[in-house]
């Protein structure tokens, strides 16, 4: 089993940064993959970044080159670096890990994004 807890989330101005963090209750260097999603309001869940325990990462077509998802596997965390942060990444962001064929969730983490 393992749990996630997200942090980091918050209230930042059109252009500006977050950093979210997900810390996992075990190793990260046998789950793969490790990933963050978001929902706004009204839409569904949807995949914003991945990454392997061999580093090979996996980013949504509106966040390539804004956001990047790297890993700690000495603190067991995995981050969300956010730039140029825009009204539309407004959502609930969620870490997602799979370890054994199960698929784990976090609580979420609020990203608002004022124009």
């Known amino acids: 089993q393992v749990q996630l807890v997200e942090s980091g989330g918050g209230l930042v101005q059109a252009g500006g940064s977050l950093r979210l963090s997900c810390a996992a209750s075990?190793?990260?260097?046998?789950?793969?993959?490790m990933g963050w999603y978001r929902q706004a309001p009204g839409k569904q869940r949807e995949l914003v970044a991945s990454?392997?325990?061999?580093?090979?990462?996996n980013y949504a077509t509106y966040v390539k080159d804004r956001f990047t998802i790297p890993r700690d596997n000495g603190k067991n965390t995995v981050y969300l670096e956010m730039n140029s942060l825009q009204p539309d990444d407004t959502a609930v962001y969620y870490c997602?890990?799979?370890?054994?064929?199960?698929?784990?969730w976090g609580q979420g983490t609020q990203v608002t994004v004022s124009s």
């Open positions: 997602r890990s799979t370890f054994n064929g199960y698929v784990y």
């Open positions: 075990r190793s990260i260097r046998s789950i793969s993959p």
């Open positions: 990454i392997t325990t061999d580093g090979s990462t």
